[in-house]
C-alpha cells in the first residue's frame, strides 16, 4: 500500500503562538471555509498551484526553454502560464534563477513529515513544546492527519490540531484520540451571519465542540475579532456564555483583526474582502476581555 501523503503549504518552525511553549507548525493546504478575514489565502484551495511572479521575473525565458510541456510563454506583462498544458512538474520553480514561479503547496509523506519535526525535537524537550497541525482546515485531509499525529504520539510528541472544527463529528473523534490540545475557531455565534462571512453555517462547529466537551478533550477557544462582524456586547456575551458550558475548554485567546494578508492576496491575485475591516481599538479590547472573563478566568490577548 503507498504511504499516505499530505498537501501541506508551509512549515513554521518555532512557532510562540500556536500552543503551548515552542512548537512546528505544519499547514495542511485547502478549507470549507471562506472567512472574509483569512490571512493564509494559499491554504484555502485544496489544489496545488504554481504562480508567477512578474515583478521578480529578470527575464532569462530559462522557464519556457525548460517547460517540456510548452505551458509558458513570453506575454505583455512578462510570462504568462497556460493552466491547461501545465503539468505542475515544477522544472519552472526549479530553473528560475529569480524565484519567479512558487507553487502554492507541495505534498509530503507522513515519514517526511516526521523527519522535518524531529529535527526540532530538543526544543520540545527543552521548553515543553510539540507539534501544531493547522490549516488550511487539517480535519479535511483525516488520513494524512491521523497518520501524522499517530507517528509524533509514537514519539512522545505533544500535539495539538488548529481547527475551525468544520468537519463530519466521527471525522472530529477519531482525530481527539489522537490529539493531546485542540485549538478551536468560534467566529460567531449566529448561524446567519457565520454564513454571510464564513461561506458556512455555525452549526456543526458548535455540535463539534460539545462533542469534544463530552469526552473530556482539552481545549482552547479562539475568537478572531472582527470589529463590525462579531464584537458586538450579544455576540460576546452568547460565545462565553457557550463557551462556560463546555466544561473542556481551558480558556479563550482573543485574535484582534488585522490586515497583514493584503500581500498574499495580491501575490495570488485575490481580492481581499478582509478590506472592509479595521483593527479592533484598544479599548475593543480591553471591553471584549472583560465581558468574556464574566464567563472564563483565562482570558487572552493574541495566541
Known amino acids: 500500500m503507498d504511504e499516505i501523503k499530505s498537501t501541506i503549504f508551509a512549515i513554521k518552525r518555532y512557532a510562540l503562538h500556536d500552543g503551548p511553549n515552542i512548537r512546528t507548525t505544519i499547514f495542511f493546504k485547502g478549507c470549507p471555509l471562506s472567512c472574509n478575514w483569512c490571512h493564509n489565502p494559499e491554504g484555502i484551495d485544496f489544489n496545488i498551484s504554481i504562480i508567477t511572479l512578474n515583478d521578480r521575473c529578470v527575464g532569462c525565458a530559462e522557464c519556457i526553454a525548460t517547460c517540456a510541456?510548452?505551458?509558458?510563454?513570453?506575454?505583455?506583462?512578462?510570462?504568462?502560464?497556460d493552466d491547461r498544458l501545465c503539468t505542475l512538474c515544477?522544472?519552472?520553480?526549479?530553473?528560475?534563477?529569480?524565484?519567479?514561479?512558487?507553487?502554492?503547496?507541495?505534498?509530503?509523506?507522513?515519514?517526511?513529515?516526521?523527519?522535518?519535526i524531529q529535527k526540532d525535537v530538543p526544543f520540545y524537550d527543552q521548553s515543553g513544546g510539540?507539534?501544531?497541525?493547522?490549516?488550511g482546515?487539517?480535519?479535511?485531509?483525516?488520513?494524512?492527519?491521523?497518520?501524522?499525529?499517530?507517528?509524533c504520539a509514537a514519539l512522545g510528541i505533544h500535539r495539538t490540531v488548529d481547527s475551525s472544527a468544520f468537519a463530519?463529528?466521527?471525522?472530529?473523534?477519531?482525530?481527539?484520540?489522537?490529539?493531546?490540545?485542540?485549538?478551536?475557531?468560534?467566529?460567531?455565534?449566529?448561524?446567519?451571519?457565520?454564513r454571510q462571512y464564513t461561506g458556512v453555517a455555525n452549526d456543526l462547529i458548535l455540535h463539534n465542540l460539545?462533542?469534544?466537551?463530552?469526552?473530556?478533550?482539552p481545549a482552547r477557544v479562539r475568537i478572531p475579532l472582527i470589529p463590525g462582524v462579531n464584537d458586538d456586547e450579544i455576540n460576546i456575551r452568547e460565545t462565553g456564555a457557550f463557551v462556560a458550558r463546555c466544561k473542556n475548554v481551558q480558556g479563550i485567546d482573543?485574535?484582534?483583526?488585522?490586515?497583514?494578508?493584503?500581500?498574499?492576496?495580491?501575490?495570488?491575485g485575490l481580492k481581499y474582502k478582509g478590506m472592509q475591516f479595521t483593527a479592533p481599538t484598544q479599548d475593543t479590547l480591553s471591553t471584549t476581555v472583560d465581558l468574556l472573563k464574566n464567563y472564563l478566568s483565562d482570558v487572552r490577548i493574541g495566541g
Open 69 to 81: 510541456h510548452k505551458a509558458l510563454q513570453r506575454s505583455n506583462t512578462g510570462i504568462s502560464r
Open 168 to 194: 463530519p463529528t466521527a471525522t472530529l473523534l477519531r482525530i481527539a484520540r489522537y490529539t493531546d490540545l485542540f485549538l478551536i475557531d468560534l467566529k460567531h455565534m449566529n448561524t446567519r451571519l457565520h
Open 90 to 116: 515544477q522544472s519552472c520553480v526549479e530553473t528560475c534563477p529569480a524565484l519567479a514561479h512558487e507553487p502554492t503547496g507541495w505534498q509530503m509523506t507522513t515519514q517526511q513529515l516526521l523527519h522535518e
Open 254 to 268: 482573543v485574535l484582534p483583526y488585522h490586515p497583514s494578508a493584503t500581500a498574499k492576496y495580491k501575490k495570488l
Open 137 to 151: 482546515e487539517p480535519l479535511s485531509q483525516p488520513e494524512g492527519l491521523l497518520a501524522l499525529l499517530q507517528g
Open 210 to 217: 460539545q462533542k469534544l466537551a463530552e469526552i473530556g478533550r
Open 130 to 135: 510539540g507539534v501544531t497541525i493547522s490549516g
